[in-house]
Nanobody, 126 residues
Framework: AQLAESGGGWVQAGGSLRLSCAAS????????MGWFRQAPGKEREFVAS????????LYADSVEGRFTFSRDNAKNTVYLQMNSLSPEDTAVYYC????????????????????WGQGTQVTVSS
């Protein structure tokens, strides 16, 4: 299985970026998906997750209202629309996937994710 992120880059504070993550080699439509990020010198942290059908999303408090997570199962792709970016959002952003199981549909912990992408850098300047 592979997850390939794209869309990262440099943006000024207040700007927007849209990250994409294309999946292959897994049962994408039965997986929940997540975005995590890791800033320099910090632990990797949860950003957002989405259920297998896109019907449920979960966001970290720090991005709630500014980021929107969506998916297109026909294209095996998820998207993270990031608006009102601030320098605190600067990090490497990682896409992750895991098999939907029972009540676990939008997990926010890394141990519930099986597949990980290589990450894409997002830099927000003040």
């Amino acid at each position: 299985a592979q997850l390939a992120e794209s869309g990262g880059g440099w943006v000024q504070a207040g700007g927007s970026l849209r990250l994409s993550c294309a999946a292959s080699g897994l049962m994408f439509s039965s997986c929940y998906m997540g975005w995590f990020r890791q800033a320099p010198g910090k632990e990797r942290e949860f950003v957002a997750s989405i259920s297998w059908n896109g019907g449920t999303t979960l966001y970290a408090d720090s991005v709630e209202g500014r980021f929107t997570f969506s998916r297109d199962n026909a294209k095996n792709t998820v998207y993270l629309q990031m608006n009102s970016l601030s320098p605190e959002d600067t990090a490497v952003y990682y896409c992750a996937a895991g098999p939907t199981s029972g009540i676990r549909i939008v997990p926010d912990t890394q141990r519930h994710y099986v597949y990980w992408g290589q990450g894409t850098q997002v830099t927000v300047s003040s």
